[in-house]
């Protein structure tokens, strides 16, 4: 496996150049982005930047701590009610973040319109993950991109999913 990282940057600029590529894709809508690290502290923090950055460039922003994800608890309690509008704050045109564990599992990883998974060490990433930043200097984050293609087919090992 291959890890290229892009320059490290202040946080702000990673943040807003995040929420550009995530509003190129989608611009309107009700729309989940999912953040999982670790650290479920790295998670928290690194969600409500970015839900701060997502308000600064004009979006409606609903956010949710879920945990540890259960794939049946995080349907009829966070994303049903927020499909259906009935979460507080949620419109037509909102942006639900939420950060937990298990957020780009197999069973829950379509959920997302766009993901974020946080590096802080030497953990391996998830190959789900729209972005993948390594915060080990959460002042100047790092963008990692991962070549899956240079493993073996046979290799499957924990983390990759």
């Known amino acids: 496996m291959t890890r290229t990282a892009y320059e490290a940057q202040p946080r702000d600029e990673l943040l807003a150049g995040i929420v550009e590529e995530f509003l ?50 995080l349907r009829a309690d966070v994303v049903e009610p927020f499909r259906a509008g009935a979460l507080p704050g949620a419109s037509d045109d909102t942006v639900l973040v939420a950060d937990g564990r298990g957020l780009l599992d197999d069973a829950v990883r379509g959920i997302w319109h766009f993901s974020v998974w946080l590096l802080a060490g030497d953990e391996l990433p998830n190959s789900g993950a729209s972005v993948i930043v390594d915060v080990t200097d959460e002042s100047a984050p790092t963008r990692v991109y991962y070549d899956y293609c240079a493993l073996p087919p046979s290799v499957n090992r924990p983390g990759l999913h």
């Open 24 to 73: 190129h894709h989608a611009s309107r809508g009700r729309r989940l982005i999912a953040v999982e690290a670790a650290s479920t502290a790295d998670a928290a923090r690194f969600a409500d930047d970015l839900a701060a950055a997502l308000t600064s460039h004009g979006q409606t922003v609903i956010r949710v701590s879920v945990g540890d994800a259960d794939e049946a608890a």
